[in-house]
């Protein structure tokens, strides 16, 4: 039989397969064959029961060994990854402070590249009597700061952008996002008589069976 209790772990891999090959070769082209076919599906459920029930007391042993050794891993995993987290902030951190330094040094530098590039033409003109060279727009080279903080192997820094909503009225359109569990509230409740613009409502026919 189809559907019969299988004798063993090795009839039983070879029952399933069975199955599953019969369903896939399956027509329904009349009602007596529609009427069998949903004997199919509760004898499909009763071999997943069976299925279930041979290897539960296999995989409630094996779950077991495999949470003690995952709690143990985790045990000491928690522990690195909190320390790992503390040291990639502090060195962000350090990393940051160091790049805020270069940047105010590069500026201050330049700010006085600016300034004795001024004063000079300033006394050129004095001196040449020439005053149309104070409008020459001025050329300062970027001065250059070498970083003091030193690569690392093993060890790299991305810079990651983030954002925060601080106004959700402002948001443009694209940027919203549909309530869709809100909308699938919506639609179960009514059905067919839902009217949201925009929301195409549609239904669709799921097969339920219990196990024999």
């Known amino acids: ?3 019969g209790k299988s004798k063993n772990e090795l009839t039983l891999r070879k029952d399933v397969d069975t ?9 329904i082209t009349t009602n007596e064959q ?5 004997a ?6 009763s071999k997943q029961k069976e299925v279930k029930d041979h290897y539960e007391q296999k995989r409630v042993q094996t779950y077991e060994k495999y949470k003690a050794v995952t709690t143990e891993i985790s045990s000491y995993i928690d522990s690195l990854v909190k320390a790992e987290r503390i ?3 502090k060195l962000g951190v350090y990393r940051e402070e160091q790049a805020r330094k270069h940047r105010e040094e590069s500026q201050r ?6 300034k004795k590039e001024e004063e000079r033409l300033l006394a050129e003109a004095e001196e040449t009597g020439d ?8 050329i300062i080279p970027q001065p250059v700061v070498e970083t003091e903080v030193p690569a690392m192997k093993g060890v790299s820094f991305t810079t990651v952008w983030k954002f925060e909503v601080v106004n959700v009225s402002e948001l443009p ?3 919203l996002m549909p309530d869709e569990r809100y909308i699938r509230d919506v639609v179960k409740a009514l059905k067919g008589n839902t009217k949201i613009p925009g929301i195409r409502v549609y239904s669709d026919q799921q097969v339920g069976a219990r196990a024999t």
């Not at 199955?19 to 399956?26: D, R, Y």
């Open 131 to 138: 005053d149309s060279i104070l409008d020459d727009e001025l």
């Open 1 to 3: 039989m189809l559907f």
């Open 109 to 114: 530098l330049l700010a006085e590249a600016r």
């Open 173 to 175: 359109r694209e940027y």
């Open 19 to 27: 199955i599953l090959a019969e369903m896939e070769g399956l027509d």
């Open 40 to 45: 199919f599906v509760q004898g499909i459920k």
């Open 34 to 38: 529609f009427q069998e076919t949903g």
């Open 87 to 89: 040291v990639k902030k």
